[in-house]
Structures are given as structure tokens and as C-alpha cells.
């Protein structure tokens, strides 16, 4: 697969993938994000976890360059987002929430993921890219239904064939918005053996997750979020006495939570 040249790695310390301190972002009814650091090594697999309005999905857009940040600074592989074209997207893979199909899209499951291999400099498609397309279909179990029209797929298998969109640049960073929500088991179980799989493989992995649930095996860290801040950056929560998954004790939001984070849309470059 061609593609632009790869910027140089101008972070001393290679291993890092992700870089980020003193982030806050205001977007116009108060401090979404409140001094927020986070740095992430190679091969790192991490949970950013919160209530609603915690501030964890902007957390995430504002590590991607989607979210406007009102100070702070995001480094991906050494390269500062604030300067876009300086930074390898072609290293990153990433899966936003979940939204359905619109009735009636004529877009196939292929055709969707043939879309990951657009580049903003060149709008074509490299040599190879059915194929590359239906191996990241069969990753994730949907190869036999590639010619099949978005709005024919379940929820789930929509979900799927947008990992599957992302895994088609075999990124080294993969970074996942609530994958798994509102998604059944078997589904949630096949997301964790493909993510498993990945990692194993040296894939760097950052969900962001309201319930850890059957991703549980596959994470090794994670920084909990609460009013915009990190309140905990470390081992994974134990489920709540009674509960088979859902860690709600955990990451339960305080009277007084920011206003909920607005949806913002945008494509990796």
C-alpha cells in the first residue's frame, strides 16, 4: 500500500505513541476538559473511562485533533496535531461511536472500508486495496457479507465493518469510541478477540468505554475521568458487588458534571 512518506519521529523517547498535558477544552458552557495529561507507550492497551459528561470522548477527540483545544499540547508519535500534516495518520486507526446506517445507503460494507485507504493528498485508491479490504473484512467476521448495503447489516455488523475501516491501514495506533455499546454479547465477545488479537500483534489500543464488560481481558490500564479531570491512571476497576460486568461504582458522575459533551464529526486526514 503506497501513501505519503512518514514524518519523522521527533519525540526523544520513541516508544511514546501518545503524548498529552495540561489539555483543556471550553466549548462555550464551561471547561470540558480541566488539565487533563496522558501519555501512552507502544503496545500500550488502555481504557479512558467516565460517565456521561465526564469529558471522556473529548479527551479522545482532542488526542486526534477533532476537539479545539484552549490549552495544552497533543503529541502522536512525536508530532504536535496542531501542525496536521506533520503527523503519520496513516499509523492510526479510528473507530468513532456508533450511529446507524441511513436508510436506503447504497454504500456497501466493501465500499466503506475501501474508504479507509483514501489519503487527503490522494484521493485513489492503492493497488491492492480489495484485497487489503476484505482481509480486514474477514478479521472481523463480515467477509461474506462485503456486497451487502449498510442499512442490510444489524447494528453490530455495522459496528464491525467500521473497525474493519479502520484496521485496513494496519494502523499502530488503534483508538475505539464505545465500540461495544449497545451491541449484544456475542458481538461484544467477537470485538474482543479481534482487538485481543491485534494487540498481540503490537497494535497500540485506546478505547473509550462507559462499561469495561467483555473487553476486561484485553485491557492492561486505565484512567478514569470524572468533571473533566483524571481522578485515577492505573489498574483496571473491579466489577461492582453483584454485577456480572459493568463497573457503575467506578465512574458513577458527582452532582454538579459539565455540561455533556457535544458529538462532533470528522474523519481521521
Known amino acids: 500500500m503506497t501513501g505519503d512518506a512518514p514524518a519523522p519521529d521527533s519525540d526523544p523517547d520513541s ?4 503524548a498529552a498535558t495540561g489539555l483543556e ?16 507507550s507502544a503496545g500500550e492497551s488502555l481504557a479512558l473511562l467516565g460517565a456521561n459528561g465526564s469529558g471522556k470522548s473529548t479527551t479522545m477527540r482532542a488526542l486526534l485533533g477533532m476537539a479545539p483545544l484552549t490549552a495544552g499540547e497533543v503529541r502522536l508519535f512525536g508530532a ?5 500534516g506533520a503527523v503519520p495518520w496513516h499509523r492510526i486507526g479510528y473507530v468513532p461511536q456508533h450511529r446507524p446506517a441511513p436508510t436506503g445507503l447504497p454504500a456497501t460494507a466493501l465500499e466503506v472500508v475501501l474508504t479507509g ?19 480486514a473484512l474477514d478479521a472481523v467476521g463480515m467477509a461474506e457479507r462485503a456486497d451487502r448495503a449498510m442499512h442490510e447489516l444489524s447494528g ?16 499502530d495506533l488503534l483508538v475505539l469510541d464505545e ?45 478514569v475521568l470524572r468533571h473533566g479531570r483524571v481522578v485515577h491512571d492505573g489498574a483496571l476497576p473491579e466489577p461492582a458487588p ?19 459533551e457535544p458529538t462532533l464529526q470528522r474523519s481521521l486526514p
Open 117 to 135: 485507504l483514501l489519503q487527503r493528498r490522494r484521493l485513489w485508491l492503492p493497488r491492492g486495496a480489495r484485497g487489503h479490504a476484505l482481509e
Open 80 to 84: 504536535t496535531v496542531r501542525d496536521s
Open 242 to 260: 453483584g454485577h456480572a460486568g459493568p463497573e457503575h461504582e467506578h465512574v458513577h458522575a458527582d452532582h454538579g458534571e459539565p455540561p455533556t
Open 179 to 223: 465500540p461495544v455499546a449497545g451491541v449484544d454479547t456475542p458481538t461484544q465477545q467477537a470485538f474482543a478477540r479481534v482487538l485481543t488479537e491485534l494487540h498481540a500483534n503490537g497494535t497500540t489500543v485506546v478505547v473509550v468505554l462507559h462499561e469495561i464488560g467483555e473487553l476486561r481481558t484485553l485491557l492492561q490500564r486505565a484512567v
Open 25 to 40: 477544552v471550553d466549548y462555550g458552557r464551561g471547561r470540558v476538559l480541566r488539565g487533563v495529561d496522558l501519555h501512552v
Open 15 to 18: 516508544d511514546t505513541v501518545i
Open 156 to 171: 453490530g455488523q455495522q459496528q464491525r465493518v467500521s473497525i474493519a475501516r479502520a484496521l485496513v491501514r494496519t494502523p
